[in-house]
Every structure is written in structure tokens, then in C-alpha cells.
């Protein structure tokens, strides 16, 4: 648990959000999700050689509701680009906060880099992202100025395309099985490394973003397939996410109980003495 002594409030309530909620999901009926493995297995981000997101792309801006492109929100900086279902109840709003406090350890200047969520479900609206920001950022908003983007269904086609982004669909519980991913663009729009935003450190970040702000472009020929995506109903088991959460779960559950029952017995034995 010492990770999460060092994120900040936002990242931290979220980190321990996900642990009772992973908890709570022992005790809960199974889950209604109805993707199969062969659809599972279609989810990953796996950019092509070269890969650019098209800096025209066409995007509402969800705070001001004015209309603007990705490359305005880039504004010809290095940029983190999260692609988020705005209304996910599973790993995207960790993935949020612990982006922005990576971005916050850096000890970089805001206007040294860009903060961009996109959207991938064209019917969350611009509520929707601000609710997200706000719930999940707190403060930080301030201090990382994020900027979430609404698109269309077209816009976000090319926007997937471009990026070799796949997410799936799962009518069974309404809601998006996609790459827990943050991409990490040069100004010009070329991705320059794909990163997992559960696993950034200001450290690392800012060397990250110093090399795209550079121009640098590190190797893409990984495949990422980490999935915001909480129950795999192809193996009747929980994603290897999700375990890992259950299991750190499961021992602070423990812990608390040997902690509160040695309280109470002590708390027991100066009353009687």
C-alpha cells in the first residue's frame, strides 16, 4: 500500500476507490458482461509506423463548449491524450487522476505540456466530461489545466485509426471495453510513446515529455492491451487487473479486522483492570 501514500488526494481517493469498490464486488451478483474472448482480444492499441493524429480533427471543447481541433489543444505542445469513457465506472477516472498527478510531480509549467481527454462514447456530452473533471481531478484542475474534448462518431473513427486504438462495445452492460492507455504526442501531432497511466511517475513523465517536446520518437512495435474493463465473461473470472485489486483488497480488509479486533480487546482489558 505504500504506493498510495505518495498520490496526491485526487489520485489517492480514487486508488481507494477502486479497492472497496473491488471489494464490494466479492460480495455482488456476477456480472452481465457478454464479450467474448474473440472480442476481448480485439482490444488493444497497437499504433502503425508513423503514427499522427490528425491535428485538424474537429472537437467541442467540454468547458467553454466552443468549437476547436486537436491541434488547437495541442497548441504545438508535447501533449498525454486520453482516450476515456466519460462515464466509466471502472478504471478511467484512476487513469485520469493518476495522469494529472504524474503531470503535477513533474515540476513542469502547465504551459509546458498539454492535457487532452478525448471522448470515446459519442453519447457522453459535455456534462458528462465535466462531471469526470471534477470528480476525479478536485485541485489539480487548476494545476494541470486539462482540456476534455467531445467528438463525433466520424472524428473519432479517424481518431482511432490513427492511433491503431481499438475498443469494443459490450451492449450487455453498457459500457466500452478499451486500452487502459495514454498516448504521448510530439507537438506535430506524431505519437511518440504509448504509456499506461495507472503506472506513470512525475519522474519518468517528465523525461517522457521532454524527449516529445524534443521531437523524439521512442519504439511503438509494443502492443498494450491493459483493459478498463472489469469483468471477463469469456473465462467466468475477474481480468488480471481486477485480481491484483481484489487481492490488495482482500489483505487491507484483513489487516483492518486484526487491527480493530486487537483495539477492542485491549480497550477490553484496561476496562476490567
Given at each position: 500500500m505504500r504506493f498510495i501514500e505518495h498520490l496526491s488526494s485526487p489520485a489517492r481517493r480514487y486508488s481507494l476507490g477502486a479497492l472497496l469498490a473491488a471489494s464490494l464486488a466479492l460480495a455482488a451478483e456476477p456480472a452481465c458482461a457478454r464479450l467474448v474472448q474473440a472480442d476481448l482480444a480485439r482490444v488493444a492499441v497497437v499504433p502503425p509506423p508513423g503514427a499522427r493524429v490528425p491535428l485538424e480533427l474537429p472537437a467541442t471543447d467540454a468547458t467553454t463548449g466552443r468549437a476547436t481541433t486537436l491541434g488547437q489543444a495541442l497548441a504545438g505542445r508535447a501533449a498525454l491524450l486520453l482516450p476515456v469513457d466519460y462515464t466509466c465506472g471502472n478504471v478511467c477516472d484512476p487513469m485520469v487522476a493518476m495522469s494529472a498527478d504524474a503531470l503535477?510531480?513533474?515540476?513542469?509549467?502547465?504551459?509546458?505540456?498539454?492535457?487532452?481527454?478525448?471522448?470515446?462514447?459519442?453519447?457522453?456530452?459535455?456534462?458528462?466530461?465535466?462531471?469526470?473533471?471534477?470528480?476525479?481531478?478536485?485541485?489539480?484542475?487548476?494545476?494541470?489545466?486539462?482540456?476534455?474534448?467531445?467528438?463525433?462518431?466520424?472524428?473519432?473513427?479517424?481518431?482511432?485509426?490513427?492511433?491503431?486504438?481499438?475498443?469494443?462495445?459490450?451492449?450487455?452492460?453498457?459500457?466500452?471495453?478499451?486500452?487502459?492507455?495514454?498516448?504521448?504526442?510530439?507537438?506535430?501531432?506524431?505519437?511518440?510513446?504509448?504509456?499506461?497511466?495507472?503506472?506513470?511517475?512525475?519522474?519518468d513523465l517528465r523525461l517522457a515529455l521532454t524527449e516529445a517536446g524534443e521531437g523524439r520518437v521512442g519504439s511503438l512495435g509494443d502492443r498494450l492491451a491493459l483493459l478498463c474493463y472489469g469483468y471477463d465473461a469469456a473465462r467466468g473470472i475477474y481480468t488480471p487487473l481486477v485480481q491484483r485489486i481484489l487481492t490488495i483488497a482482500g489483505i487491507a480488509t484483513i489487516l483492518a479486522i486484526g487491527l480493530l479486533i486487537a483495539g477492542l480487546t485491549r480497550l477490553a482489558r484496561r476496562r476490567v483492570a
Open positions: 503535477a510531480a513533474t515540476g513542469l509549467a502547465p504551459g509546458d505540456y498539454a492535457l487532452v481527454l478525448v471522448g470515446i462514447d459519442p453519447r457522453d456530452d459535455a456534462a458528462a466530461a465535466r462531471r469526470m473533471m471534477t470528480e476525479t481531478l478536485g485541485d489539480h484542475a487548476a494545476s494541470v489545466r486539462p482540456q476534455a474534448l467531445i467528438i463525433s462518431d466520424a472524428a473519432l473513427a479517424r481518431l482511432t485509426a490513427s492511433l491503431g486504438y481499438t475498443a469494443v462495445y459490450d451492449a450487455g452492460t453498457d459500457s466500452f471495453a478499451h486500452p487502459a492507455a495514454a498516448m504521448l504526442l510530439a507537438g506535430d501531432g506524431r505519437v511518440a510513446q504509448v504509456l499506461s497511466p495507472l503506472a506513470l511517475t512525475g519522474r
